[in-house]
Structures are given as structure tokens and as C-alpha cells.
């Protein structure tokens, strides 16, 4: 056991060397940064497709940066803070050159979920929460990727990805409906109570907001449509080439195009006198965030006045010094009038203000730790995939990991939430011609510009635009063709497919996931548990196993065969066929053991066929008593005919003494029998 140990010690020890040398290879920090290969590639005529690219991604990204923040529960210039940083690190770790991270609707929809913290007015959460939450996220992603273990996400279906993008384009539309009706702020704590609180409050519809928001709407997808219509036919003339290059630009910059549209309008009746008419997105703080470390101390939120400020007549409050990590939170002060929930079990400085430690924060983000990273490579790793099959090209997982990891972790810096790659705006990429990741510094560069000089224009947004373009956004994640397949195809399917979108709707997207993982991992323990066995009756009884034996099948197998040959009044020898067999536990041989035993007290024979070598070495570990085992069925039936013929004679033809009968293992190669004894408990071996 000793020499055991440290030979499996050795080995580990070898191969967590060889591990860092290779990690530690010019060639393997190439590899972790792909630009060093392409970049020497770079043929000049690209600059302009990379910038044309990037440019109209950034009129896309803009507006939905803004409504995506929304969906977040965050004030609106965060869905700006998100959409540069991962661009730049993207462009310099990526492996897909159509890839565009940034702010997307699902994982807005999961940061509103697990970014609570504590909501303030209108329901918006406190920003620490999010910004922390990008931090760990990245953190999460950096080690996943890091121990190659890419492949867990391969552990959730498609019925469950499925399910979960289409209960999240409900969940988001139904949320949006809000600011479409015009409807006065609610607390909303999921679907079910947006929709009460929608239902309750229709009757007080704002028709100026609910006019805008479906005008917006319709124009959106109008645009789309006509777009779609023109897309790829080829020009006949000059005028016609001008023209289709026209409406793909306008089709493709429509929500900024509709965006400024409804700004323009909303300015012009605010400019009139009219400034209660529309719901705005009102005040955006000008200037680019500051490039800050997320972790503790917080004392710059404070201080540079980009989450939390207060002031006490007309003095801001100062943070006393703390040694351990801690988060600044507003609290009731007597008299004062500010209104923030404080932890109970804290208590209130002298300087008028309290504190809540990091691992409140982290405990209140609980398992969405895990959750989002994995639904954040899982939405990235799809999209990459997809478009490097159109584009003939090659992404690699890990690196993907590294690449989302470090994007997230360097966009928590710059007060960012959690991003990941967005589906519409890498379509977007694509088709504007983009030839390497170099296009994501251009789209960077837009958003700092208009974060730089166009946030005063901001105020003027109608909420019901921005609303408008989501709902557009999320209307065609909702997949319903899928739905029909899975029930013609695979009912099982279907059924996980229902359950996770249930889950998702009533208990919140964390429960669906499980909901759905759970019911999947049920399909797949049951089919571990039943696996089909051939029967083939006649004179021997020969079993066909398939793949490998798994510890939940031994009981259904070994009933199998028990009831076959042993249960009647004829008993019947049996073979087992182990050709397709891959994989044995201890469970499994302890099984074949028992078998093995039971047949002889019935005195009947049991042997295997066609069983690979490196299970026969497990087998030949445990020392099973009078196990047989031979390289064809043909074989082995032909040992057993001759065997009963000759009753008096073994089956190996040899006489064993006691003590090679305990030991025994025959194998029979090309018809031939050959005999051996374990001797490896004499050399030190140990049994399994």
C-alpha cells in the first residue's frame, strides 16, 4: 500500500512539473495571448472593414448598453461601463474574431437576480453588488480555465440552455412591460410579481409613454424586417448598391437610429413646456469611470461620488479607516431623512455611517457565484462556435475561459457588471466584414467617447424607447420551433425542456437550472441503472452488455441473468458477450464475483467473452474464485458443450491443487486454454 502511495505520489509530482515547464514555453504564452499570432499577419487593407465593423457595433452597444442596464436594476450609464473593457481584453485574448462582449439581456437578467443587494428607489440595486459580482465571476472563469475544465458546461443540455434563454425572454419582455404602459415604479421579486403588479396597475397607463413605447417597437421591427428583406441580393446599378447599403446600415444601427428618433421628440415636447409627458431616463453622470480596484476598501465610491453620496448639511460624511474589508451602506439617521436598510447585527460608527462586511456581500450573491460564470461561457462558447463553423475558423474552450475571465475581471476595475459575448451584436460584427478581433478597439473607443462627451443628451431618452428596444432584442430568443421538435422527437426532452422553463418562470433562473440539471442527471442515472441487454436463449444463455458497467446497473444486470438460468426448473449456462463493455467498478466485480459463486452452488458454468485486457487485470486483482474468461463467445460456448460431455473433466482440462483452485483465472486464446495463478499478493500486489 505504502509503495502504492508513493508511486501515484511520483506520478502526480511528474506530471504538475511537466504541466509548468510547458506553461512556462514562449510558445504556450502565445497561445494564451492569440493576438502574438495574428498580429504579424495583419495585412493593412483590413483597418478598414476591422474599423467599419467596430464602429457599427458601437451604435449598437450604445443604446442597448443603456436599456440592458435596466434589465440589471442598475442606473443606466453601467450598461456603459460595460461595454468597452471586455472589447479591449477580448481583442488581445479571443481566439473568434466575430466575438463582441459586452452587456447581453440573460446575464443582465442574472445580475438582477443575484446583484440585489439591498434596492433603493424604483428598485434599483446598490452597483457594489454587481461590480463584486464581475470581479468573482472573472475570478471563477480565470481558474476554470485555467484547470482545463471547460468541459462541466457539457454536463447541461440543450433542452435546459434552451428552456432557460426562452423563460428569460419572458421573464425580460414581461419586466420591460413597465415602462411600455407607463405604469408607477413597483417592487418587483420575480415574474409572478411582475406580472400582478403590471396587471394592477394597467388602468393607470400613461397613453404618451404607451404611444411611444409601440411606435418604437413597431419601427424596430420593421426595420428589421426590411432589412432582412435586402440583405445579400445583389445590386443591379450604382443607385441600387447606395440604396441596399442604405437600409443595412439603418437596419443595423436601429436602436440608436430609433433611440435619437425618440430623444429628438421627447426634447422637443420637454423644450415646449410639456416636461411631465414622457418618462425619462433623466440625469447620466458625465465622465469616464475611474480605473479602481473592486475589492475593499469601497472608500472611492464615496469619494469620487460615482455609487454613493451623501452629504449632511452640505458636509460629506467621512469614512473612518477600517482594517478589514467592508462596504459603505447608507442608514437612518434621526432627523436627517436618508433611508437605507442597515444589517442588524452592525453597529453605527461615530461618523454617521455603517458598514457591512464583504462576506455579507458575497453570501448575499450566494450560488450566483457559480451560475453566472457558467451561463456566462456557456452564452459565449455557443455564439463563438457558431460563427467560427460559418467562418471556417477554430475557437479554443479553455482559452475562451481565460479570455471571459480576464474580460470580466479587468471590467470590475471600471465599475462594470458581469459580461459576457452577445449574439446580436457578434451577427452584427460579422456581417459588417470584420476580419480580426482588432474591431472590438474601435467599438471600445466609441462607447469612451460618448461615456466622454454625449452623456448630458442622455436625459432626454423616453424610458419607453429603451424598453421598446429590448423587447425587440428578446422577442426572437424566445425559441418556439424548438418546442415541437423535442416533443416529436424525444418526449424525455420535452420534459426537461418544461421543467426548467416552469422553474425558471415561478421560483427565478437559478431554480429552473437546477430543476432542469436534475431532471436530466434522473434520464441519465436511469439509463446508467437499465442498460439494454441482448438475450440470446438457446441451449447457453448468452448476454450481450453494452458500454460500461456502472455500479447502479449491477442489481438489474445480475437479476437479468439469475432470472434467465437459474429461476426455472432447467438451468442453463450462461455467457456473458463483454465486446462492447469499456468500464468495471469495484461494485461491478464484486457482482461478478458473487455470479461467479452463485452459479457454481447451482452447479452450472459462468464465463465472459471478448472482455478487454485492462478489465481482465481489475478482475485478475480481486481473485475471484473459479473465474473464466475467454477472447470469443464461440469459444466459450464451445468450452462449456465440452465441458458438460465430459463432466468429470474440468473445463481447462487441468487438475488444480487447492490453493491454484482459489486463484484460478483461465483465458482461452484462439480456442486454446491457458492457465495462470495470481502470485501477485506474493510480489507485494493488493487485491481490489
Same mark, same amino acid.
Given at each position: ?26 510558445? #504556450? ?21 476591422? #474599423? ?6 458601437? +451604435? ?13 436594476? +442598475? ?5 456603459? $461601463? ?7 481584453? $477580448? ?45 468573482? /465571476? ?25 428552456? %432557460? ?8 419582455? %414581461? ?5 411600455? %404602459? ?13 406580472? $400582478? ?20 417597437? /413597431? ?7 426590411? &432589412? ?10 450604382? +443607385? ?23 430623444? #429628438? ?58 482594517? =478589514? ?34 462576506? &455579507? ?34 475557437? $479554443? ?25 452577445? %449574439? ?97 442527471? #434522473? ?38 441473468? &439469475?432470472?434467465? /438460468? ?65 477472447? =470469443? ?56
Amino acid at each position: 500500500m505504502a509503495s502504492s502511495f508513493r508511486e501515484g505520489a511520483r506520478t502526480v509530482k511528474n506530471k504538475v512539473t511537466e504541466y509548468v515547464k510547458d506553461s512556462c514555453t514562449v510558445d #504556450c504564452w502565445k497561445r494564451k495571448f492569440p493576438i502574438t499570432l495574428w498580429m504579424p499577419k495583419y495585412k493593412p487593407k483590413w483597418l478598414i472593414s476591422d #474599423c467599419i465593423a467596430g464602429l457599427t457595433v458601437g +451604435l449598437t452597444v450604445i443604446p442597448q448598453g443603456l436599456a440592458y442596464a435596466t434589465i440589471a436594476k +442598475l442606473p443606466v450609464e453601467y450598461g456603459l $461601463y460595460s461595454a468597452f473593457m471586455g472589447c479591449i481584453v $477580448y481583442c488581445f485574448m479571443g481566439t473568434a474574431k466575430d466575438i463582441t462582449l459586452g452587456p447581453t439581456a440573460v446575464m443582465s437578467l442574472m445580475v438582477a437576480e443575484f446583484g440585489g443587494g439591498t434596492g433603493g428607489e424604483d428598485d434599483i440595486h446598490d452597483p457594489i453588488y454587481a461590480i463584486t459580482l464581475s470581479f468573482f /465571476c472573472g475570478i471563477v472563469l480565470l481558474i476554470m480555465g485555467l484547470l482545463h475544465l471547460g468541459f462541466l458546461v457539457n454536463f447541461i443540455s440543450f433542452p435546459v440552455i434552451n428552456a %432557460f434563454t426562452s423563460a428569460a425572454a419572458v421573464i425580460i419582455g %414581461f419586466g420591460q412591460l413597465r415602462h411600455i %404602459f407607463g405604469i408607477p415604479k413597483f417592487k418587483s421579486h420575480g415574474f409572478i410579481d411582475d406580472v $400582478y403588479h403590471v396587471s394592477k396597475g394597467l388602468p393607470q397607463t400613461r397613453w404618451q409613454d404607451f404611444v411611444m413605447g409601440l411606435v418604437c417597437f /413597431c419601427l424596430l421591427m420593421i426595420m428589421k424586417k426590411v &432589412k432582412d428583406k435586402y440583405n445579400g441580393q445583389k445590386p443591379k446599378s450604382k +443607385l441600387q448598391f447606395i440604396l441596399f447599403k442604405t437600409i443595412w446600415l439603418l437596419g443595423t444601427a436601429r436602436n440608436a437610429v430609433i433611440v435619437i428618433i425618440a430623444a #429628438c421628440v421627447a426634447y422637443a415636447v420637454y423644450a415646449h413646456g410639456y416636461e411631465d409627458c414622457f418618462r425619462l431616463v433623466g440625469h447620466v453622470p458625465a465622465g469616464l469611470p475611474g480605473f479602481i480596484p473592486p475589492l475593499p476598501p469601497f472608500e472611492r465610491l464615496v469619494e469620487e461620488g460615482g455609487v454613493i453620496m451623501e452629504e449632511m448639511n452640505n458636509t460629506l460624511l467621512n469614512m473612518t479607516a477600517m482594517t =478589514t474589508p467592508l462596504v459603505p451602506v447608507d442608514y437612518l439617521i434621526n432627523g436627517t431623512g436618508l433611508n437605507v436598510t442597515i444589517a442588524p447585527e452592525l453597529e453605527v460608527p461615530s461618523s454617521g455611517r455603517t458598514y457591512i462586511p464583504l462576506s &455579507k456581500v458575497l453570501s448575499d450573491i450566494n450560488v450566483g457565484l457559480v451560475i453566472i460564470p457558467i451561463i456566462g461561457f456557456l452564452e459565449n462558447c455557443a455564439i463563438a462556435k457558431a460563427f467560427a463553423r460559418k467562418g471556417n475558423y477554430r475557437i $479554443y474552450p479553455n482559452q475562451e475561459l481565460l479570455a471571459l475571465g480576464s474580460a470580466n475581471v479587468m471590467s470590475s476595475f471600471v465599475s462594470a457588471y458581469p459580461v459576457t459575448g452577445s %449574439f446580436s451584436r457578434t451577427a452584427v460584427n460579422a456581417q459588417s466584414g470584420v476580419k480580426t478581433p482588432l474591431g472590438g478597439l474601435f467599438t471600445a473607443a466609441l462607447v469612451l467617447l460618448s461615456l466622454a462627451f454625449l452623456t448630458p443628451l442622455f436625459f432626454f431618452i423616453p424610458k419607453a424607447a429603451l424598453a421598446a428596444v429590448i423587447v425587440s432584442a428578446v422577442i426572437l430568443m424566445f425559441d418556439h420551433s424548438t418546442i415541437k421538435k423535442l416533443w416529436v422527437v424525444k418526449k424525455l426532452d420535452f420534459l426537461t425542456w418544461l421543467g426548467t422553463f416552469l422553474g425558471c418562470l415561478w421560483q427565478g433562473v437559478e431554480i429552473g437550472i437546477i430543476i432542469g440539471i436534475a431532471i436530466d442527471l #434522473c434520464v441519465l442515472l436511469y439509463t446508467q441503472a437499465k442498460p439494454e441487454i441482448e438475450v440470446l436463449e438457446k441451449d447457453i444463455t448468452v448476454f450481450q452488455i453494452d458500454y460500461g458497467v456502472h455500479y447502479p446497473a449491477v442489481e438489474h444486470i445480475a437479476d437479468t441473468i &439469475k432470472e434467465s /438460468c437459474l429461476s426455472g426448473d432447467v438451468k442453463r449456462p450462461c455467457v456473458c458477450d463483454c465486446t462492447r463493455l469499456t468500464f468495471l467498478d469495484y461494485t461491478s466485480i464484486q457482482a461478478i464475483k458473487e455470479i461467479s459463486a452463485e452459479f457454481r452452488r447451482n452447479n452450472v458454468k459462468f464465463a465472459v467473452a471478448g472482455m478487454r485486457q485492462s478489465l481482465l487485470d481489475l478482475i485478475d486483482r480481486a481473485k475471484i474464485p473459479h473465474f473464466e474468461s475467454y477472447d =470469443t463467445v464461440d469459444n466459450a460456448m464451445r468450452a462449456i458443450t465440452e465441458s458438460a460431455d465430459h463432466p468429470d473433466v474440468d473445463a481447462t482440462h487441468v487438475l488444480l491443487t487447492p490453493m491454484e483452485e482459489k486463484n484460478h483465472v483461465a483465458t482461452v486464446s484462439d480456442g486454446k486454454v491457458e492457465n495462470h495463478t495470481n502470485e501477485k499478493m506474493k510480489d507485494g500486489g493488493d487485491a481490489v
